[in-house]
């Protein structure tokens, strides 16, 4: 039998298990992904919220969730040159690869981590061949690493590491590299430059290096593209391509840094028009009669809503149908969730954190009686630290380049218990400082966890014009509002607690937290209402400013309507929905908006028509 029909015959067989075992689509995750690089502005936890946002849906596969093992040295080698792969775990090395400054043991997990991630795209290369159809690695897609050096946060190309191993296996289809990364895919092109089989397809934004190779497409928009150019370009180009090249094998990278929120991207793509841009491309890949082999990596991504984008993409792969991904709120509520399933439980085996859960030091989630002090009456400064990393909280502040943390808990004032995380990089800067206890006066009859302050700044950011500074801020803000409510609500749930409580003290904040918190007050709620119904066309930081300003104004006497501070509730219990909701709640608050008669002043020195 020839050696060509072994091989097929093979496949056949890997196949036909493969889809015995699972009829879902073949996902590449591990974990230790969320430990993240510190200073490399990528959501460490944008693997973990796209599986759980599958998961909300009831379209997570377990049996179709794999987990990879880390490229081997040999692997490496298929592309990599000796002499670079002995100095790629070098601090100095790594820290021109990734732009900050490593130390010796953040060079060592750095590497480590971009071997795991290539070893998930070797299998996603592997499983896409063995289904015949799509498979996808949540990570991966270093396309700017070279042969013997690497750049912009890649250290090794993984595409061309899973392609030139795929060949060693002996695969000899021709392969398509469809690289929609914002940036281009310069490593992959030149290591491939010579190769006729492997055609490498990137749209982008500016060309990184050269663009000649015997088998290549590279296009360059420049900055400031929308839906429209960006499509027209992919929908006339690489249609012919596929027909003309007939790939064996599509690996995809999907990136979203073209998206218009996108930190280190200058483009201007909506959600919308990323999501057909994926459509297409899987449908061209798919093909009319002849499904081609298509391995989806993430590639970039650095914006607050990356994540949404691709799980947006992967829920409609998962079910055929245009789904919405569950609110953020939801993913990070279902986050703390497990954790305190995991502690009632008594831990999680194989976590690779320095230290353990306990049932002393998780008595914070575990109902029970606990010694003060401690923060609510049940955290230790252990059991805090172990659950802000255990949440991904602190690896996003690393991510953010904030290196060495110090978690403190001050349970000596009498305002109130404080949670705080200082970054000790340099002079200290305080990232989070929440301070609240546990209250029965609050809300009359019901026990709640008051918020007395919330602070969350990024001393390091700057504000500009598309964040720009409200009114109370000193620094922008960290993002991390839903991963804090979150702990607290389920703290609420594990030890009977009504909900939580807090002041609105300004009018942009009652806006910013609408999705996750009532006012307490139907009259407070009506009020509010009145304002959003005269600020809700404006940009929040604008409307702010006309409040702060004092040009909301009272449209019969003409005098400013000023915001005052006012309590609001996230419920958790029942009865304290019940008192926040419902046709009395409802009636009083529109009967509250409809008698104010509130309009906006131009701003001071404004001329009007």
Not at 139 to 162: E, I, K, P, T
Not at 396 to 421: M, W, Y
Not at 549 to 571: F, K, L, N, S
Request: glycine share 10%.
């Amino acid at each position: 039998m020839p050696r060509r029909w072994h091989r097929a015959l093979a496949r056949t067989v890997r196949r036909a298990w493969f889809r015995f075992r699972s009829r879902g689509i073949p996902l590449v995750y591990d974990p230790r992904y969320e430990q993240g690089v510190v200073g490399v502005p990528l959501d460490p936890l944008r693997g973990e919220k796209i599986l759980a946002s599958l998961d909300e849906a009831g379209l997570l596969v377990r049996e179709a969730l794999w987990t990879p093992r880390p490229a081997s040295i040999q692997n490496l080698l298929r592309v990599h040159t000796v002499e670079y792969l002995q100095t790629a775990h070098e601090p100095e090395t790594l820290t021109h690869i990734y732009g900050v400054e490593m130390t010796a043991q953040e060079a060592e997990a750095g590497l480590d981590l971009q071997r795991l991630m290539t070893g998930g795209t070797i299998q996603a290369t592997r499983l896409a061949l063995i289904t015949g159809t799509t498979s996808v690695h949540l990570g991966g897609g270093f396309h700017h690493a070279g042969s013997d050096a690497g750049m912009a946060f890649c250290v090794f190309n993984d595409v061309a590491v899973a392609i030139r191993r795929l060949r060693g296996r002996g695969f000899e289809d021709p392969i398509l590299v469809v690289d929609l990364d914002v940036h281009d895919g310069n490593g992959t092109r030149a290591i491939f430059a010579e190769d006729a089989t492997v055609h490498t397809y990137s749209v982008h934004n500016e060309d990184w290096g050269p663009v000649d190779a015997v088998a290549s497409t590279a296009i360059a928009l420049g900055a400031n593209v929308d839906d429209a150019t960006y499509l027209g370009v992919v929908r006339e180009t690489l249609p012919p391509l596929v027909a003309s090249f007939r790939p064996g094998l599509v690996v995809y990278l999907a990136g979203t840094d073209g998206a218009e929120d996108d930190r280190l991207g200058n483009w201007s793509l909506t959600e919308a028009g990323l999501f057909e841009r994926d459509r297409f491309v899987t449908d061209l890949a798919r093909g009319e009669g002849q499904a081609r082999p298509l391995a989806v990596l993430l590639a970039g991504g650095y914006g607050r809503h990356a994540w949404r984008y691709s799980a947006r993409y992967l829920l409609w792969l998962a079910s055929g149908r245009e789904l919405d991904p569950p609110a953020e709120e939801a993913l990070a509520l279902q986050r703390f969730r497990r954790l305190g399933d995991e502690a009632r439980e008594g831990g999680e085996a194989g976590d690779d954190l320095p230290f353990t859960l306990t049932e002393e030091d998780l008595v914070g989630l575990t109902p029970g009686v606990a010694p003060p002090p401690r923060f609510l009456g049940h955290f230790s400064r252990h059991a805090v630290e172990l659950l802000l990393e255990r949440s991904g909280i602190l690896a996003q502040l690393r991510a953010k380049g904030f290196r060495t943390l110090r978690v403190e808990l001050d349970t000596r004032n009498g305002l109130g218990h404080t949670v705080r995380v200082v970054c000790e990089d340099g002079p200290e800067e305080v990232l989070l400082e929440l301070r609240a206890e546990r209250n029965r006066r609050a809300v009359p009859g019901m026990e709640v966890v008051a918020v007395e302050w919330l602070l969350l700044q990024n001393p390091r950011a700057e504000f500009s014009a598309r964040r720009p500074r409200l009114p109370g801020q000193q620094h922008p803000g960290l993002g991390l509002l839903r991963d804090i409510m979150s702990w607290l609500v389920v703290v609420c749930e594990r030890h009977g607690l009504d909900g939580i409580f807090f002041t609105t003290v300004h009018y942009h904040i009652a806006v910013q937290s609408r999705s996750i918190v009532k006012l307490l007050h139907a009259e407070d709620e009506g009020r509010l209402r009145a304002f959003e119904s005269v600020l809700g066309d404006m940009p929040l930081a604008e409307a702010a400013a006309a409040v702060a300003e004092g040009r909301v104004v009272d449209g019969q006497t003409g005098e400013p309507a000023e915001w005052t501070p006012v309590p609001a509730v996230m419920p958790v219990s029942e009865r304290l929905e019940a008192l926040v909701t419902g046709p009395e709640y409802e009636e009083t608050a529109a009967r509250e908006a409809a008698r104010l008669d509130l309009r906006v002043q131009p701003p001071s020195g404004a001329s009007g028509d």
